[in-house]
Structures are given as C-alpha cells and as structure tokens.
C-alpha cells in the first residue's frame, strides 16, 4: 500500500491556535506511519504562511525535515517542484517497485524492532528500502 501525501507540511494547529494540543506530534505521526506498512510519497507544495518571516523559515525548515523523516521511514520519497511532475514521478516509481520478504530466525517479537540492510550485487541500480520493521 501506498499513501500520497499533498502537503506544505507546516503544522499549522502548532503554530495557529495557541495552546490547544494536537491528537498527533512529530514523534507519534511518524510511528503510526512505520507501523501502518505503507510507503509514503509526500508530494510537498509552498504556500505563503500567515506567520513572520523568521517564523516562516523556521516552520519550513521543521517541514523539511519532517517530510524528509516521513518518507525515509516508510520507504517513500517526497517530491517538489510542480504536481503533474510529482504524480507522474510518484506513478513511475510505484510501476518500478518490487517488493522482497523473508522469515527472519528467531522471528521478531510483537513491536520489537529490527534492522534491515538490503544490498545489490550488480551496480547501476538504486534501492529505496525500509531501515527496519516492526514484529507484529
């Protein structure tokens, strides 16, 4: 399963409404991503921000490095630069995925972490895989 994410990626309930705590944090969202299996493809966008200027790239700066956190964790890329070229991107690559298993010994215990390394053994190739998974 794949989830496209169109955002700019600013929290804004953070930022907006003073005080109020969101169902969700940096932390927890990139959990529940990992734990969800699916890629995330973040198709990002700019947008003017009601915020100052120092504000303004601080909160891009964060998104950035959310967007960045999200896609990396799950297996997904994010994409700029335009939506048709981002979809068109998004399409290509999920047409070009293969996906490999295997039966670790001992198998993983429920919410243990465990680390992978996928490697090629002939060059020219580029593989965009998870760093880890989560026993169920």
Same mark, same amino acid.
Do not use: W
């Given at each position: 399963?794949? !989830?496209?994410l169109?955002?700019? #990626?600013i929290?804004m309930?953070r930022t907006?409404i003073?005080g109020?705590e969101?169902r969700?944090?940096?932390?927890?969202? !990139?959990?529940? +991503?990992v734990?969800?299996?699916?890629l995330?493809?973040?198709?990002q966008?700019?947008?003017?921000?009601?915020?100052?200027?120092?504000?303004?790239?601080l909160l891009?700066?964060v998104?950035?490095d959310? !967007?960045d956190?999200? +896609?990396?964790?799950t297996? #997904?890329r994010v994409?700029? #630069?335009?939506l048709s070229?981002?979809?068109l991107?998004?399409?290509?690559?999920l047409?070009?995925r293969?996906?490999? #298993?295997?039966?670790?010994e001992p198998?993983?215990?429920?919410n243990?972490?465990?680390?992978?390394e996928?490697?090629?053994k002939?060059?020219?190739?580029m593989?965009? +895989?998870?760093?880890f998974?989560?026993?169920?």
């Open positions: 399963k794949a !989830l496209i169109f955002t700019d #990626g929290d309930t907006m003073g109020l969101p969700s944090n940096y932390r927890t969202s !990139l959990q529940e +991503a734990k969800s299996s699916s995330v493809f973040c198709v966008y700019t947008n003017e921000s009601p915020a100052t200027a120092n504000q303004s790239q891009t700066y998104a950035n959310y !967007l956190d999200l +896609a990396k964790l297996g #997904g994409f700029s #630069g335009g070229r981002s979809f991107s998004v399409a290509e690559e047409r070009h293969y996906s490999i #298993g295997y039966y670790p198998p993983a215990k429920r243990e972490i465990r680390k992978i996928v490697k090629l002939q060059p020219g190739f593989i965009n +895989a998870r760093e998974y989560i026993g169920r």
